[in-house]
């Protein structure tokens, strides 16, 4: 029997979308999933509250449902992964790379394969300045709402993307919207990626405000955290600094989101030593 309130009301609310099952209604085709023209519209739709993703979490460990997915890091370091979304967007993309290099800060982009295949110089100067960069899927589509098919397409085309633009695979993605269902899981399993989620949104995405971003990131953020922005937020830009700058006097350093694994990060199957095979030179997904 769980304790915590929000455990038991997220669970709800999981269970009546759908759980770890498919959501209502008919799954689009492949050929739905096939590369479209780069578009702004990346917002649409809701994500997973943080709350949600801690229930679904137990929900599935509860019935031994075991994927590779990374959900925090190793709770008794005071070390967090920051991770953008989104991009890469040429005209926020460079102006929050300068940032990070001010700050001497490495950070995780989930990006776009469409978006980098607009803009493969700005994954590659992502790579080169020691980010990671991880899939966020080819079209950003709702993962549920495709086929199986669809599902390994968007996956393998991001991730094609991205090693034409910085010479080297990824294991790792981000669903869109943190969605996913029992297809998504067995397309997982089957690749060999691993999901990774997030434990803190400030929800940037939505313009709540600057001084809301960092009040809400500051309140929550905790040891293993892994904090979630997006790459094209005009508040999150503006306010990065002063985010960083509030982080490290709490004591916090970063890490990217593989660095978090390899730290005994909370990884339910799979890890970094699968990873690396993967990775290896001639590997193939």
Not at 222 to 243: M, R, T, V, Y
Request: proline share 7%.
């Amino acid at each position: 029997m769980h304790r915590n309130g929000w455990f038991i009301a997220s669970v709800a609310a999981i269970i009546v979308s759908g759980g770890c099952s498919a959501p209502g209604g008919a799954k689009h085709d492949p050929a739905s999933a096939a590369p479209q023209a780069p578009s702004d519209k990346l917002y649409e739709g809701r994500y997973l509250s943080t709350s949600e993703v801690r229930a679904k979490h137990e929900w599935e460990a509860e019935r031994s449902i075991h994927f590779s997915k990374l959900v925090r890091g190793n709770p008794k370091t005071k070390r967090i992964a920051l991770t953008f979304d989104d991009g890469p967007h040429p005209d926020y993309t460079p102006q929050l790379l300068d940032e990070l290099k001010a700050a001497k800060v490495r950070a995780t982009f989930f990006v776009i394969g469409k978006m980098v295949d607009a803009h493969p110089e700005l994954a590659a100067r992502e790579a080169a300045e020691g980010h990671e960069v991880a899939n966020h899927t080819y079209n950003h589509r709702r993962l549920p709402t495709l086929t199986d098919a669809g599902i390994e397409q968007e996956l393998t085309l991001g991730a094609d993307a991205i090693r034409r633009a910085i010479g080297a695979p990824t294991k790792l993605y981000r669903p869109p919207g943190g969605e996913y269902d029992d297809d998504v899981i067995n397309v997982t399993r089957r690749l060999g990626d691993c999901m990774v989620l997030w434990t803190d949104d400030p929800a940037d995405y939505a313009n709540p405000g600057p001084n809301v971003i960092v009040e809400r990131t500051m309140r929550a953020v905790s040891n293993g955290g892994i904090l979630l922005l997006h790459d094209g937020a005009k508040e999150s830009l503006g306010i990065l600094p002063e985010l960083l700058a509030g982080l490290k006097a709490r004591g916090f350093t970063f890490v990217t989101c593989s660095e978090m694994a390899r730290e005994r990060g909370i990884i339910t199957t799979g890890g970094p030593d699968t990873w690396k095979a993967a990775a290896a030179p001639g590997a193939k997904r």
